[in-house]
Each structure stands twice: as structure tokens, then as C-alpha cells.
T-cell receptor
Framework: RKEVEQDPGPFNVPEGATVAFNCTYS??????FFWYRQDCRKEPKLLMS?????NEDGRFTAQLNRASQYISLLIRDSKLSDSATYLC???????????WGLGTSLAVNP | DVKVTQSSRYLVKRTGEKVFLECVQD?????MFWYRQDPGLGLRLIYF???????EKGDIPEGYSVSREKKERFSLILESASTNQTSMYLC???????????????FGEGSRLTVL
């Protein structure tokens, strides 16, 4: 089992739709979690951090389910500009290196 | 705004050439990182540094070396470029205080290297 797994997609949704991605992780002792957004041919940028049960920022909600070892990202009222790849990142703690998922591709269509 | 600047956006080099990739950050960050990103493989850590003149190997250090002579600058060196080092190289920095990997990573725009 990979340490961090994401459905690569692509997820094709119409504007205004609600879409959710999951990310599963294998190390139950992982400390913190992040969602990064990466536009085509651009660098990743932090979207949200998740340290406890969840986090909300406008249209974006991240939730952590420690029992089932996954985090989710929910995007409400999708915009064309949300089209990007969303990277799940896990901090396993003890100053060990971050573990990156391969990303989930989202395309929001007019 | 934090700015991480990578010196070259696109490079084309020949097999066996020595390649320098430079990265400068302007926010006095303690930690700096070099990643490469390849389709199907994601981001892989090459080297990182948590202080001037300090360096630590990441997951794929073979064929690479780094230099951090000043806090703001972290250089990646390919001593003898090979075709399998064709990739997107991303430099990043973090403030510190939460360990090398606890904080938000700020990335440069990337350097796309092609080795012929």
C-alpha cells in the first residue's frame, strides 16, 4: 500500500457543483496534513492545513478522519479557476520528511 | 509576500555537463529544499538544509549535490548531467520552528531541465 494515495481523476464537474476528493494515508501516527494546489506548469501552493478534525476556508473544507486514515477536501460552488491538481501531503511527525500524494486533477467546466 | 526565486525557468544541457540551479528566498527562512517532480512519480525530495552550511539527503540524492553558503541561497548541482535527470526542479523554503517539515512550503516557479 502506498503511504499516501489519491484518486488521480480527472474529476470533470460543471461550474457551481460541489466536488470532494479523498486522500488515504498508511501511517496512523501521522501528525498533520496539507492540501496544496498546483496549476498546470506552475508551482504548488498551500491551500489548507489540517491539524485536528478539520478546517474550513470559504468554499473549501478539509476534514480528517483518523479512524479510517483519510483526509478529504470539499469544494463548494466550483469556479472555473478551481481547475488544478490538488496534492495531498502528510507530515508523519518526528521530523521525518513530508509524504506527497500524486495529486487529483480537477477540471471545472462552463 | 514570500518570494522564492529560481534563477532559470528553462534549461537545456548535454549529457555530462555540470549544471547549477540557484534558488534565493527573501523571507529569512531557516529551511530550504530541492524537489524534483515527474509525471507518475510526484514530488521527490533531493536534499534539504535547515541551516547555513548544513545539508541533509532526501529520498533521491544520488547524482546531486547542494550548497548553502548563505541563509537565503540554496544551490543544486548536477555534477555530470544524465538524461534521467530531465525533470522539473522545484526549490522551496519554510520558516522553521515546527521542525524542518512542519510549516507551509513556499515554492519557486520551478526550473525545467532537459538533458540531451
Amino acid at each position: 500500500r502506498k503511504e499516501v494515495e489519491q484518486d488521480p481523476g480527472p474529476f470533470n464537474v460543471p461550474e457551481g457543483a460541489t466536488v470532494a476528493f479523498n486522500c488515504t494515508y498508511s501511517n496512523s501516527a501521522s501528525q498533520s496534513f496539507f492540501w496544496y494546489r498546483q496549476d498546470c506548469r506552475k508551482e504548488p501552493k498551500l491551500l489548507m492545513s489540517v491539524y485536528s478534525s478539520g478546517n474550513e476556508d470559504g468554499r473549501f473544507t478539509a476534514q480528517l478522519n483518523r479512524a479510517s486514515q483519510y483526509i478529504s477536501l470539499l469544494i463548494r460552488d466550483s469556479k472555473l479557476s478551481d481547475s488544478a491538481t490538488y496534492l495531498c501531503v502528510v507530515n508523519p511527525g518526528n521530523n521525518r520528511k513530508l509524504i506527497w500524494g500524486l495529486g487529483t486533477s480537477l477540471a471545472v467546466n462552463p | 509576500d514570500v518570494k522564492v526565486t529560481q534563477s532559470s525557468r528553462y534549461l537545456v544541457k548535454r549529457t555530462g555537463e555540470k549544471v547549477f540551479l540557484e534558488c534565493v528566498q527573501d523571507m529569512d527562512h531557516e529551511n530550504m529544499f530541492w524537489y524534483r517532480q515527474d509525471p507518475g512519480l510526484g514530488l521527490r525530495l533531493i536534499y534539504f538544509s535547515y541551516d547555513v552550511k548544513m545539508k541533509e539527503k532526501g529520498d533521491i540524492p544520488e547524482g546531486y549535490s547542494v550548497s548553502r553558503e548563505k541563509k537565503e541561497r540554496f544551490s543544486l548541482i548536477l555534477e555530470s548531467a544524465s538524461t534521467n535527470q530531465t525533470s522539473m526542479y522545484l526549490c522551496a523554503s519554510t520558516l522553521g520552528g515546527q521542525g524542518a517539515f512542519g510549516g507551509e512550503l513556499f515554492f519557486g516557479e520551478g526550473s525545467r531541465l532537459t538533458v540531451l
